[in-house]
């Protein structure tokens, strides 16, 4: 059973770097700068023998009125009633601080157990902070430090007394091997969940569609541009399909990005596109595919990820104008997967989503689909009748004998040849694009590789060489 458990505490005190310490990974980014974390970010982790639920939140800063301090504790305030138990961290260096104060009181308002971390105590001069933190109210402190794991078993000790007894479980009429087999080998990536990643530049409005998707205020949104700045995942099923949804930090261009800070946000939102496995690229309607929009859209595509195009702010953009320049974008500037589903939505009225989700489990079966071998070698010799390969550097005809599919998530294939040096890529494209057409593959990357096959002869040639 897992132990649902929020980190709570003022700006810079350590909670993200408790966060990666328990996830056992870089699962959060950690800065210098105090306030990174906004939004709050869940991943399960264990400690020793304990299954936990963790959830970094935003620091406390009392704030009134729509700021964005406020919209970031009605996050805290949701992680904490949601949670078991609270990890409440404040700075044994700096000693209490005002707002360790309020906060301790509204946790104590909100009935839920805490346990008191006195975090960065690597040593004894800490010990005067240890035990001014009794004020607070929430039991004895203990003496800790997330950065070099000391007090981990303390914690665990802790945490041990909120492990939920184990549930009696009835048995199920059809083990889950049993089921699995009924279903072929081809459909059973259906069965899995969907690594579905939200990108696109900086306010189009990503986190306001995974809010809208998810139908909850689960991600901080607001008209101040970079509001998301790390990537945050939220599990979530759409028509009984499970989905890892991610949301992501807008990606300015390279030559913009200047503080260590947007660097560490691009890192996290490229590095949770390329694991995806479909990822939406939001656009604004009224600057559809701009340079930035390109790149983002090439380096998914380079990755062998199926992609998505959300044109969001539908309903109050100039529509043919709009569409009218997407179609020339499209055409001229990402030729290397034509057919890219493009949907209009917006995320703000909660419009065309259906449409939307239709098209990323379109494009995420082909992306996983499995050609044949028989209709895939009828097809290639169709083309090599049609048209066949041109003459190689020695000018001699270049022979392709098969091709087979190696891969999918995305579609590989490996096309077999005894002289396959000179092979243009005109050649090769002329293949990709009746490929894509003919397989109903549009939308997402194709790779083929021309490999050299072995001559069938030349071990008969080197025994009666050796006789």
Known sequence: MT?????IG?????????????????AAIVHDVPGVTRDRKETDAKLRDLKLKIVDT???ELSKGDHLEQRMWKQTERAIKEADVCLFLFDAREGLHPYDEHLAGLVRASGKPVILLANKCEGKLQED??????????????????????????????????E?????????????????????????????PIQLAIVGRPNVGKSTLVNALLNDERMLTGPEAGVTRDAITTEWAWEGRKINLVDTAGLRRQSRIESSLEKMSAASTRHAAFMAQ?????????????KQDLTIAREILDEGRALVIAVNKWDIANRQEALEKLNYKLATSLSQAEGVPTVTISALKKEGLDKLMRAVFKVYDRWNIRIPTAPLNNWFQDMMDNNPPP??????RIKLRYITQAKTRPPAFYIFSSNPEG?????????TNSLRETFDMRGIPIRITVRKTGNPYAEKVKKSRKN
């Open 129 to 162: 902070s240890i035990h001014e933190a009794y004020k607070l109210g929430l039991g004895q402190p203990i003496p800790f430090s997330a950065e070099h794991g000391l007090g981990l078993e303390d914690l665990y000790d802790a945490l041990k007394e909120f």
């Open 423 to 431: 092979l243009p890529e005109s050649y090769l494209r002329y293949l």
């Open 58 to 60: 935003a620091g406390y």
């Open 278 to 290: 479909v990822a939406i690229l939001v656009l604004d309607a009224d600057a559809v595919l701009d």
């Open 164 to 192: 939920p007894e184990a549930e009696a479980v009835a048995p199920a009429e059809i083990s889950e091997s049993e089921q699995e087999a009924d279903f072929p080998d081809d459909e059973a990536y259906k069965k899995r």
């Open 3 to 7: 132990i649902k458990t929020a980190i």
């Open 391 to 396: 003459l190689g550097k020695n000018k001699r």
């Open 10 to 26: 003022r700006p810079n005190v350590g909670k993200s770097t408790l966060f990666n310490r328990l996830a056992g990974r870089k």
